[in-house]
Nanobody, 123 residues
């Protein structure tokens, strides 16, 4: 089992930045791909970003491309999501995910999930 703990959420204004962190622990978390999903009220969970286990390749949803950056520090077993130029439509609970398989944009394919951290962007 991999345990994931997110932090860094909060209330910000349009155009502000936030950095989310996700600390992983447990079974060989460093060998997993990691990523972020988000869920806004009344909507399904959607893919935000993912990074391969070696940190070389990254993937983004079109809605965040150019504004969000995912990175990982394997020594610390931590993945980050730097969010710039935030918009009210980015408001959601953000979930950290990990999995030993291939990266997909399908929520059900990710094995481990954190509890989530709330990000609220006011206009």
């Amino acid at each position: 089992q991999v345990q994931l703990v997110e932090s860094g959420g909060g209330l910000v204004q349009r155009g502000d930045s936030l950095r989310l962190s996700c600390a992983a622990s447990g079974r060989t978390s460093s060998s997993d791909a990691m990523g972020w999903f988000r869920q806004a009220p009344g909507k399904e969970r959607e893919f935000v970003a993912a990074i391969t286990r070696n940190g070389i390749s990254t993937y983004y949803a079109d809605s965040v491309k150019g504004r969000f950056t995912i990175s990982r520090d394997s020594a610390k077993n931590t993945v980050y999501l730097q969010m710039n130029s935030l918009k009210p439509e980015d408001t959601a609970v953000y979930y950290c995910v990990s999995d030993g398989g291939i990266i997909t944009k399908i929520a059900a394919s990710w094995r481990s999930w954190g509890q989530g951290t709330q990000v609220t962007v006011s206009s």
